[in-house]
C-alpha cells in the first residue's frame, strides 16, 4: 500500500528535524517533497516553491508513489491531497509537531537565518499560530495516523488520535496539546 506521511506544525517547529528522526528509524516516507528546500534550489522564491511542490505531489499520486510533505498546514492543499490520497487508496499518517508560543517559533526561525537558513516574516508565523488548528481538525478524519510530538526539548511524543479517540501519552501535558485536545473535542 502507498503511504502519504504528512509531517505538520508552525514554521520553526522543526518539522525537517523530525523527519530526519523518521529516517532515523528507518520509516519509508517514499519521495520527500519539502517546500523549504525546494526554496532554497529556486533563490528563496517561495511560491514557485509552492507551486513545483503541488507539481510533485500530483505525480506521486498519479504514479502511486508514496511521499512525505511537510507543511504550515497555512492553505488548503493538504485537504486536498489528503482526499485525493484517501481516493487512490494511500495508507496516510500525520505526525503534528507543536510548541505552546510564537515566541518559540519567531527565536527558531532567527537561530535559523543566523546560522543561513531561511526567514518566514513575524506577522506570518504569529497568524499562523494563532490559525494553527483549523486545518488540523479537518486533516484528522482523513488520516489513518496521528500523532502529536512537542518539540520545547526535543521531541517527545505526547498525544495520539485512535479511532476518533484522542489519547494523552506520558505525563507531560504542553499547553499547545491541553488547547487542542479542548478544541478537538468542542467539535466532536
Known amino acids: 500500500m502507498n503511504k502519504y506521511t504528512i509531517i505538520a506544525g508552525v514554521n520553526g517547529t522543526g518539522k525537517s528535524s523530525f523527519r530526519g528522526v523518521l529516517e532515523g528509524q528507518r520509516i519509508n516516507l517514499g519521495q520527500i517533497i519539502d517546500p523549504d528546500l525546494i526554496a532554497k534550489e529556486n533563490s528563496n522564491n517561495l511560491f514557485l516553491a509552492s507551486k513545483i511542490a503541488v507539481q510533485k505531489i500530483n505525480t506521486c499520486l498519479k504514479n502511486h508513489i508514496s511521499f512525505t510533505q511537510e507543511t504550515t498546514l497555512g492553505g488548503r492543499t493538504v485537504i486536498s491531497t489528503a482526499k485525493k490520497a484517501?481516493?487512490?487508496?494511500?495508507?496516510?499518517?500525520?505526525?503534528?509537531?507543536?510548541?505552546?508560543?510564537?515566541?518559540?517559533?519567531?527565536?527558531?526561525?532567527?537561530?535559523?537565518?543566523?546560522?543561513?537558513?531561511?526567514?518566514?516574516?513575524?506577522?506570518?508565523?504569529?497568524?499562523?499560530?494563532?490559525?494553527?488548528?483549523?486545518?488540523?481538525?479537518?486533516?484528522?478524519?482523513?488520516?489513518?495516523?496521528?500523532?502529536?510530538?512537542?518539540?520545547?526539548?526535543?521531541?517527545?511524543?505526547?498525544?495520539?488520535?485512535?479511532?476518533?479517540?484522542?489519547?494523552?501519552?506520558?505525563?507531560?501535558?504542553?499547553?499547545?496539546?491541553?488547547?487542542?485536545?479542548?478544541?478537538?473535542?468542542?467539535?466532536?
Open 86 to 188: 484517501r481516493i487512490e487508496d494511500y495508507n496516510i499518517s500525520l505526525y503534528y509537531i507543536g510548541l505552546s508560543s510564537s515566541d518559540e517559533s519567531i527565536v527558531r526561525i532567527e537561530n535559523r537565518v543566523k546560522k543561513g537558513g531561511h526567514n518566514i516574516p513575524t506577522a506570518d508565523v504569529i497568524r499562523r499560530f494563532e490559525t494553527r488548528f483549523n486545518t488540523l481538525i479537518e486533516l484528522i478524519p482523513l488520516c489513518d495516523e496521528v500523532q502529536f510530538y512537542d518539540n520545547e526539548n526535543g521531541f517527545v511524543k505526547v498525544g495520539e488520535i485512535l479511532n476518533g479517540t484522542f489519547y494523552f501519552l506520558g505525563n507531560y501535558r504542553p499547553k499547545w496539546l491541553l488547547d487542542f485536545y479542548n478544541i478537538y473535542n468542542s467539535k466532536k
